[in-house]
């Protein structure tokens, strides 16, 4: 089981390439291709329920601890009923479990156990979701990621709307004291990076835009870069 996530010791903005757009026939391979440019994995994981899709479970967590033990795994549960399913997937090596808002009337008591299993709590919401709803467990969370597309596919388009709720988790981190990492998930690349960042966020997924192209490295570094210029610009 992998210790908690030091939420403070991260610089940001952090990167984290999601494995949904790797190639699914050689997941490892396509994490070689990012020759360490990564801060962090995103693992998308889709029960065919909560999202219209399927993805993978606790084998693929597990077998990305075995071959990288110092990785920061961010695993991205969308599925219903979470509290189903966290133990197996913190026993597997998850990092970070991010649960959907929507997928439980006990989000309080699954973001508990989720720090009781040793990995850090996250929750997460859709762009349809008002962010007012996760305000009564800021508290409790170490990551909070805002959906900037409808979960469930690779490939869509960025939700500019989005942005707007991660700058009242901005104010709201600021004024309560609380220490989450803001994270975005969906319609990300060098495009809009700096955009994101100068919107609030921490942490950065995108799928597509790292593993649909020629070289995933210089991919992660162009969103750095591009998001590094959303820090300056501040
Ligand atoms: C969507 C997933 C995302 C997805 C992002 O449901 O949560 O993590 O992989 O893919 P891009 O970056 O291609 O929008
Ligand atoms: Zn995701």
Redesign the pocket.
């Known amino acids: 089981m992998a210790g908690p996530l030091p939420v403070k010791s991260w610089k940001r903005p952090i990167i984290a390439p999601?494995l949904?757009?790797a190639d699914p026939l050689d997941i490892g391979g396509s994490v070689d291709l990012l020759q360490g440019e990564q801060d962090w994995l995103?693992l998308?994981v889709m029960d065919g329920h909560f999202?219209p899709n399927l993805s993978y479970g606790p084998a693929l967590i597990e077998a990305c601890r075995s071959r990288w033990p110092d990785f920061v795994l961010d695993v991205?549960l969308?599925v219903d009923r979470p509290e189903d399913f966290v133990e197996d997937f913190a026993r597997a090596g998850s990092t970070v479990l991010t649960v959907h808002q929507e997928a439980t009337p006990h989000l309080h008591r699954v973001l508990h156990r989720i720090r009781d299993l040793g990995c850090s709590p996250g929750v997460t919401i859709n762009p349809g979701t008002p962010v007012e709803t996760i305000k009564p467990v800021l508290d409790l969370v170490d990551l909070v990621l805002v959906m900037s597309?409808n979960?469930?596919?690779?490939?869509?388009g960025f939700i500019p709307g989005s942005l707007e709720k991660t700058r009242l988790l901005c104010c709201w981190r600021e004024a309560f004291g609380h220490d989450y990492l803001i994270e975005i998930?969906?319609?990300?690349g060098p495009g809009n990076s700096a955009q994101a960042v100068k919107g609030g966020c921490d942490v950065i997924?995108?799928?597509?835009?790292v593993f649909n192209t020629p070289e995933p490295s210089v991919a992660v570094r162009e969103i750095r870069a591009r998001a590094l210029e959303g820090v300056i610009c501040d």
Do not use: E, N, R
């Open positions: 999601s949904l757009s995103h998308d999202v991205h969308m597309v979960p469930g596919f690779g490939g869509q998930d969906g319609g990300i997924v995108a799928g597509s835009a």
